[in-house]
């Protein structure tokens, strides 16, 4: 039977999610952990994607832990290699390397009724029981490959944004770049300024771009950080605070809100005019949906770089792959050497494809036949003492992760504080409480920008948003507020009442 007093907890994934519950769940005296990843490194998200130009688009000390403000950010807007360095001293310096298990690729969970304890199994044959499980998998971990007839025929290499390859050589080569989100605009311009390259563009729809100029920190900007913590704390307040009006402009309906979108828009049109000269290609780049629509791409480095001679956007539209390259609709072979996917992800995929079942071997894929959700984004029926960080309709894409995962940790401690006290037999909501839920999501959703007409990893499959569809400031007061008449009595409370 499960041991309230001192619970066994697995998180699966050292990604900065699942350190930061580590850290949490010790303060609240929570010990007796083990952390399973699946790699043989930490990093999760920072580890994976080792592309060129990978960078955050969130300033380096907005996306810092809460309890550790770090002033040795070589930049404004970090490279993923720092940001991995970061974790990495966050992971041995609040000593999580002691409970993390790495090589642990979990293959699966399933809940047993009778003992109330998860059973977690990996790959590498070895098996964990816990009290309480979470999932730290990250949200866009799962590379999403484009359906083009003829993409494994192609002859020369082929590589994902997100599963690069440092040992294949780019100097002289004619390589193809498939997309223009935000993983391909900090790329794109690396290649582009390898030496002897010949770099086509495939954009099948433009984005929207922010202008977001990068700079180095100086000794002395450090030495400033390290001298006053107040320093970093103001960097931090002021980019979300940019941040924040960004999610109001996306997703509010005030005429406030709507000032500000336009706001918003009038800025990333000014942008695209005053930085692309060409009018042909300009036209190209020019969105014929909505400002934010799709996730804005901040970035300050593509828009220079598709104008330079060795650069060559095509719009035509993918016909096919063949061993040589692509061929466009227009009948027309770009022969290429390489051939780079920075096609995003599948969004929806979360712990997935583990093998994941709840209350009498319920699969997650049954319980999610009709829908992705979860109950604040973090609990599902017939799940109990389960939690999924980051999960459907968290506030991804809008907002610095670090700070959505610190909340959503504290929000998880509070209902396991409850539960230890012998307030909730167990920890498992009520499907009314998904019910209301969803109808809170649709309440707000309509007038998201989100639901405009296009295209975008934010919407499932019925169209609805992924993600939080009102502004973060809602998001945190919620979060902030744990509502305990969600949560199913459980069968000692039952018994008692009979
Ligand atoms: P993405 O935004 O989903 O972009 C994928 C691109 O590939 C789009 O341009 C898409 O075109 C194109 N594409 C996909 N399938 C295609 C096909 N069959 N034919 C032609 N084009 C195709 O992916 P991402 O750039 O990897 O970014 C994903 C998310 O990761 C971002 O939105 C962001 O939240 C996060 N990210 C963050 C940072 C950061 O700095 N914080 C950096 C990178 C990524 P369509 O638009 O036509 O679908």
Redesign the pocket.
């Known amino acids: 039977m499960s041991n309230r007093k001192n619970p066994s907890v697995v998180i699966i994934g050292a990604g900065m999610t699942g350190i930061a519950l580590v850290v949490k769940l010790r303060e609240a005296g929570i010990t007796n952990i083990t952390l399973l990843e699946k790699a043989t490194d930490i990093g999760g998200t920072w580890r994976e ?1 080792r592309y060129p130009g ?5 300033p380096s000390h907005a996306y810092t832990y809460s309890f550790e403000p770090w002033p040795e950010w070589d930049k404004f ?1 970090a490279d993923g290699s720092q940001i991995h360095e970061y974790f990495k001293m966050v992971w041995k310096k609040y000593g999580v390397d002691k409970v993390t298990k790495l090589g642990q690729l979990v293959t699966s969970c399933s809940f047993d009724d009778n003992s109330q304890q998860w059973t977690i199994k990996t790959q590498a044959g070895d098996a964990y029981t816990a009290d309480l499980l979470f999932s730290a998998t990250g949200i ?1 971990h799962k590379p ?1 490959f ?3 007839p003829g993409l494994d025929s192609f002859a020369g290499i082929t590589m994902h ?2 599963l690069w390859d440092d040992s294949v050589e780019f100097k002289n080569k004619k390589i193809g770049v ?9 790329l794109i311009p690396e290649l582009i300024d390898m030496p002897g390259t010949d770099v086509t563009v ?4 433009p ?1 929207w771009l922010v202008e977001l100029k990068n700079k180095d920190y100086s000794t002395k900007d450090k030495a400033a950080f390290r001298a006053d913590a107040g320093k970093m704390a103001r960097v931090k307040k002021f980019a979300l605070g940019i941040y924040q009006l960004g999610t109001t402009a996306l997703t509010g309906d005030s005429l406030k809100d709507r000032l500000m979108h336009r706001l918003f828009a009038w800025n990333a049109k000014r942008y695209l005019e005053k930085s692309i000269a060409d009018p042909v290609l300009r036209e190209k780049l020019t969105p014929k949906y909505k400002f934010g629509c ?2 804005v ?2 970035n300050s480095t593509f828009y220079p770089a598709i104008q330079k001679p060795n650069a060559h956007l095509v719009t035509e ?2 016909e096919k792959i063949t061993p040589q390259g692509i061929v466009t609709k227009d009948g027309k072979t770009h022969a290429l050497d390489i051939l780079v ?5 599948d969004p929806a995929a979360f712990m997935r494809p583990m093998n994941f079942t709840g209350r009498n071997g319920l699969s997650i894929d049954k319980a999610w036949e009709t829908k992705i959700q979860a109950y604040r984004s973090l609990m599902i029926p017939e799940f109990p003492n389960f939690f999924l960080m980051l999960g459907p309709n968290s506030p ?2 809008n907002y610095s992760v670090i700070d959505m995962s610190e909340i959503q940790a504290e929000y998880c401690i509070k209902v396991i504080q409850r539960w230890q006290q012998g307030g909730l037999d167990v920890i498992e909501v009520k499907p009314e409480a998904v019910a209301q839920w969803r109808e809170l999501l649709k309440s707000k959703m309509g007038h998201t920008v989100w639901k405009s007409g ?4 934010y919407l499932d499959a019925d169209g609805d948003p992924l993600t939080w569809p009102d502004k973060w400031a809602s998001w945190v007061k919620m979060m902030r507020e744990v509502d305990f008449s969600v949560f199913k009595p459980g069968q000692a409370t039952e018994k008692k009442a009979a």
């Open positions: 994607n990978v960078a955050c688009d969130v807007l866009l999403a484009p359906n083009i944004s997100a498939i997309g223009v989100g935000s993983s391909a605009v900090q495939f954009q099948r729809t984005q799709k996730r791409v901040m539209g993918i996917l920075a096609t995003g992800f991804i894409g296009c295209q975008s990893w």
